[in-house]
Every structure is written in structure tokens, then in C-alpha cells.
Nanobody, 118 residues
Framework: QVQLVESGGGVVQPGGSLRLSCAAS????????MMWYRQAPGKEREWVAT????????NYLDSVKGRFTMSRDNAKSTVSLQMNSLKPEDTAVYYC???????????WGQGTQVTVSS
């Protein structure tokens, strides 16, 4: 069955870094666009970043540009989100999402908590 398993969340001080990972299985990973979303307490889930199927193109939410970097390894069926210069407003549950090019198939992970606090 399809699985997306996030890891790497935790508690970090402002200005710190975390690296999130998402391990995929059960589908042809290299043919799917991958995204990261996040949901802060009391807020709607928001898109954070997208990476193309080859990994050659990335797009980011304006508020994370220059601080977050998304990458993928198609050989290992994994996607990562390197988060630097973290701010308290980055606190949220971060979710990994996979979408086929036609958007007919969409899969979500269970999420990993990121807390930025002094």
C-alpha cells in the first residue's frame, strides 16, 4: 500500500535548523510531484514547497524562500526539506504530499511536528 512517512521534526530555538525527510513506498515515486505543507495551530494547512519529478525545479512559499531547501532522491524514494534560520512562526505540523501529474492520485503523510521556541 502507499505510504509517506515523515521524520526529523522536533524542538529547535529560533535561528536553528532542522531537516525533515519523507520516505515513500507503494507507488512510482519518480513520476510524482512532491510537496511539503504545514499546519499551525488554529490555522488552515498551507503549501510550503514543491519539487518537480526530476528534482530540477523547486518552488517555495515567499516566507520561506532563502531559508528552506527542498530536494529529492528518486533512487531512494525520499524527499527532504532543509530548514534554516527557523522562526517561531514556522511552528507547525509539516506534511509530505505526493501528486501525480494529472492530479488523479494524491497521497499524504501523517505529519511531523516542528516547534521553534526559545
Amino acid at each position: 500500500q502507499v505510504q509517506l512517512v515523515e521524520s526529523g521534526g522536533g524542538v529547535v530555538q529560533p535561528g536553528g535548523s532542522l531537516r525533515l525527510s519523507c520516505a515513500a513506498s507503494g507507488f512510482t515515486f519518480s513520476t510524482y510531484f512532491m510537496m511539503w505543507y504545514r499546519q499551525a495551530p488554529g490555522k488552515e494547512r498551507e503549501w510550503v514547497a514543491t519539487i518537480s519529478r526530476s528534482g530540477g525545479t523547486t518552488n517555495y512559499l515567499d516566507s520561506v524562500k532563502g531559508r528552506f531547501t527542498m530536494s529529492r532522491d528518486n533512487a531512494k524514494s525520499t524527499v527532504s526539506l532543509q530548514m534554516n534560520s527557523l522562526k517561531p512562526e514556522d511552528t507547525a505540523v509539516y506534511y509530505c504530499k505526493a501528486a501525480s501529474s494529472s492530479r488523479d492520485n494524491v497521497y499524504w503523510g501523517q505529519g511531523t511536528q516542528v516547534t521553534v521556541s526559545s
